[in-house]
């Protein structure tokens, strides 16, 4: 079983950046992919990016490709997401997952609660 806790959220202007962090639990950290999603107030909760179990088979949801980079870090057992350029739509609560590879919740076995980012324009 694997635990995450998400850290690194706050309240940042349009056009800045946030380093969001996803500390996992558990000596099987390695055995999966992991996978950022986020829900805004009053959407239901989307997909953000997911990276493999390697470091590779990295995926972006088209709203945040070249602006978002998700990366790993097995020796620590963290997988960070770099938010650059955000904006006022990038609002929500980001939840950190781990589970199979792919872009769809049902995929993802463990679920952190959640940190919350609040761009103002």
């Known amino acids: 079983q694997v635990q995450v806790v998400e850290s690194g959220g706050g309240l940042v202007q349009a056009g800045g950046s946030l380093r969001l962090s996803c500390e996992a639990s558990g000596r099987t950290f390695i055995n999966y992919a992991m996978g950022w999603f986020r829900q805004a107030p009053g959407k239901e909760r989307e997909f953000v990016a997911a990276?493999?179990?390697?470091?590779?088979?990295?995926e972006y949801a088209d709203s945040v490709k070249g602006r978002f980079t998700i990366s790993r870090a097995n020796g620590k057992n963290v997988v960070y997401l770099q938010m650059n350029s955000l904006k006022p739509e990038d609002t929500a609560v980001y939840f950190c997952a781990a589970g199979k590879t792919g872009n769809r919740q049902d995929d993802y076995l463990y679920w952190g609660r959640g940190t919350q980012v609040t761009v103002s324009s």
């Open positions: 990276i493999g179990w390697n470091g590779g088979r990295i």
